[in-house]
């Protein structure tokens, strides 16, 4: 069972454009966290958001997490192929136990 | 550089065989982390050890066991290889394990089972 659903699992756009993941669950995290990971490497932290309705920005990057604390967005602004990637959310329960999604492959071409 | 080594990078054995994977935290981080990650199943989290104590426990199958030694290392071992455990690991370290302490990941490693 997926307690977390990432939505689109593969997006390929073009250098310029918009785009929106969303990460879904029917729980209630204490925070939910964003990791990037490239080819070749492990998940790097971008971000953590802790209440519920929060947002927080990372130079081109928007994130969200929803005001019940069971879902969560990331907006990227104006994509540059050096976003290409796989992005990960991930749940923490109270336990301080993490739950993944499956991942967002995002590929920019320029 | 997150500060987590994990060796080797690679590794390619047959089935049926035993293989140690080897982690070393970040420095002053007490708590060690395993996942596995593999195209269908994404990133599964297996076991966890906060100074040398096992803490938590995920997915990880009876084969497999790791442990972490006073120097604040961490071996996986995982035995009686099969073809389905071909997949990339990876090591996680934080400083304290709770759920307010992020988690840096090693590089992986890429088992190959044949």
């Known amino acids: 069972t997926q307690l977390l659903e990432q939505s689109p699992q593969f997006l390929s756009i073009q250098e310029g454009e918009n785009l929106t993941v969303y990460c879904n669950s029917s729980s209630v995290f204490s925070s939910l966290q964003w990791y990037r990971q490239e080819p070749g490497e492990g998940p790097v932290l971008l971000v953590?958001?802790?209440?519920?309705?929060?947002?927080?920005?990372?130079?081109?990057?928007?994130?969200?997490?929803?005001?019940?604390?069971?879902?969560?967005?990331?907006?990227?602004t104006a994509a540059q192929p050096g976003d290409t990637g796989l992005y990960l959310c991930a749940g923490v329960r109270n336990t301080g136990k993490l739950i993944f999604g499956q991942g967002t492959t995002l590929q920019v071409k320029p | 550089d997150s500060g987590v080594t994990q060796t080797p990078k690679h590794l390619i054995t047959a089935t049926g065989q035993r293989v140690t994977l080897r982690c070393s935290p970040r420095s002053g981080d007490l708590s060690v982390y395993w996942y596995q990650q593999s195209l269908d199943q994404g990133l599964q989290f297996l076991i966890q050890y906060y100074n040398g104590e096992e803490r938590a426990k995920g997915n990880i199958l009876e084969r497999f066991s790791a442990q972490q030694f006073p120097d604040l290392h961490s071996e996986l071992n995982l035995s009686s290889l099969e073809l389905g455990d071909s997949a990339l690991y990876f090591c996680a370290s934080s400083v304290e394990g709770g759920k307010n302490s992020p988690l840096h990941f090693g590089n992986g490693t890429r088992l190959t089972v044949t």
């Not at chain 1, 929060?54 to 990227?76: M, N, Y």
């Open chain 1, 48 to 76: 953590t958001v802790v209440t519920g309705g929060e947002v927080k920005k990372l130079k081109r990057l928007t994130f969200q997490f929803g005001d019940a604390r069971k879902d969560s967005s990331l907006h990227i």
